[in-house]
């Protein structure tokens, strides 16, 4: 997984091949985020006990003094996967590949996205512990009693009638926050909602909420840690769930919060495109409400199209439902990882009969 085991298929191409251990030994290298590479200088070969000081691997462009893990693990394993189909066909454009897009696209027989799932035993709205009323599809009603409880503990007027955005994230430019900080004034200030944030991150960010939280403290609950129950509770109790980010190889928080009964409003990148459907009144299909340019308008066109939504109830109660009957559970992927291990068995054999190389 990422960089750390990088080095692992490196081995057993290089200094291990010819160990009859190892001889049908496959590996599966799975990316969690291209941007996190592991790039060190040479000596960390020297450290894994692989000699190969001066040579170079073209396909991944390393300088004669710098080593890229990341690099390496895509270069040798038998299979690369990622954690979502859009993701992995992001990555193979110079937009998201972080300049390793080259030797992805060369390597893309041998990619795969498999979408990370919840556990839907542990995240259950039926049984959750953290929220002051549990439900399920059958008993939705109830829910509404987690949003007057969310709002006192955001200390904010508790009125079932105003509609509630949540957000919990760490707060960088990665996920989005430079669009929340140029939409937030504006619809704070023009639209009766209110909105609660969890999460930590960017010292910039800490003070834009900071006077945010300060401007609007009938309209805001700022909650700058971490804490556990509070994110069950946004969960369980927010209308509408925003996850604008600049690229997002899974996401969880769009499946929890389906789960729950708060509708996404997402920005169609990697895992948020996989799992969340614009919705469109016309045929009233689709689970939530995206937007495709990294533009704070488009952001902030989402969120009014989701709370104009949210006003036909009726409407609104069937993409609640569709968001919680929808089966994230970890059983589709693992099957799904299970193909893809006789895939990697199977690439590894003929490489063994053929004698090539990666």
């Not at 599966?28 to 000596?43: C, E, P, S």
């Not at 399920?136 to 009125?159: F, G, H, I």
């Not at 495109?273 to 308008?297: H, M, S």
Request: aromatic share 12%; hydrophobic share 40%.
């Amino acid at each position: 997984n990422d960089w750390h085991t990088a080095i692992i298929p490196n081995w057993l191409k290089t200094i291990y091949a010819e160990d009859p251990f190892f001889q049908k030994t496959a590996t599966v290298y799975t990316i969690h985020n291209l941007a996190y590479q592991g790039i060190f200088g040479w000596r960390i070969l020297e450290i894994a006990g692989i000699d190969e000081y001066g040579f170079l691997y073209p396909e991944i462009a390393e300088l004669a003094n710098v080593v890229d893990l990341m690099a390496r693990g895509i270069l040798f394993a038998d299979v690369i996967t990622t954690v979502s189909e859009r993701y992995a066909q992001e990555i193979l454009t110079p937009e998201y590949g972080e300049k390793l897009d080259p030797i992805l696209r060369d390597r893309k027989d041998r990619l795969f996205g498999i979408l990370n799932g919840i556990d839907t035993e542990e995240l259950n709205p039926a049984t959750d512990p953290y929220l002051a009323a549990n439900f399920d599809v059958s008993s939705l009603d109830r829910r509404v009693e987690n949003k007057l409880d969310l709002q006192r503990k955001a200390n904010m007027p508790p009125n079932p009638d105003v509609p509630l955005l949540g957000m919990i994230s760490r707060l960088t430019d990665q996920k989005g926050f430079d669009l929340v900080g140029q939409v937030i004034d504006p619809l704070l200030r023009l639209f009766d909602v209110q909105f609660v944030l969890l999460g930590t991150g960017d010292p910039h960010y800490h003070a834009m909420f900071r006077r945010v939280a300060e401007e609007y403290p009938d309209k805001t609950g700022i909650f700058l840690t971490f804490n556990a129950e509070l994110a069950q509770k946004i969960y369980g109790g927010s209308d509408m769930f925003l996850m604008p980010s600049r690229f997002e190889p899974c996401g969880l928080g769009q499946m929890i919060a389906m789960r729950y009964g708060s509708v996404p409003v997402v920005r169609e990148t990697g895992g948020l495109a996989d799992t969340v459907k614009d919705f469109d009144p016309r045929t009233g299909e689709g689970n939530g409400f995206t937007f495709k340019q990294y533009d704070p308008w488009a952001f902030f066109g989402a969120i009014i199209r989701a709370v104009e939504t949210w006003k036909h109830r009726d409407v609104w109660r069937k993409l609640q439902i569709r968001g919680m009957t929808q089966d994230f559970s970890w059983d589709r992927s693992a099957r799904k990882y299970i193909e893809v291990y006789f895939k990697a068995l199977e690439f590894r054999a003929a490489e063994t009969v053929g004698g090539s190389r990666p």
